[in-house]
């Protein structure tokens, strides 16, 4: 019996901690009207003027390290997704700007889940990894 009983409390605690990572990964972290900067790409720091903005119906927009992008946010089945990327086609200079240019766009393809973290929120890939740090609009 100790170990059936020691089974279920271990089966309830489980339940509890997948309801509440659901919760703390929600899209919903990400409301209309969010404002970011992006602050970090694969660990990374971003470079300056990388913003993160959502829109109605989850529309996603803003510039990433060299072009303007916009994309459909969605959660499904408890996974989020950016679907339907798309970019414009500018030239980008600096080495080290198109480098985190191509992070980017490989970043926002790979996110499954938001999780809140000290300085704003991460978009996290599948094995929990932050491949996208947003930071509130105006934060450091």
Known sequence: MPIARALAVLAATAALAA???????????LRPGSSFTVARIDGAPAPAAVTFEVGEGSRVTGRAPCNRYSAQLTERDGAMTVSGTVM?????????????????????????????????????????KERIGLVPAGGS
Request: hydrophobic content about 40%; proline content about 2%.
């Open 19 to 29: 309801c509440q990572d659901a919760g703390e990964r929600s899209v919903s972290m």
């Open 88 to 128: 414009t086609r500018m030239a980008c200079a600096e080495a080290d700007r198109n480098l985190a240019e191509m992070r980017f766009g490989n970043a926002l393809g790979s996110v499954t889940a938001a999780r809140r973290v000290a300085d704003g929120i991460a978009l996290i890939d599948p094995e929990g």
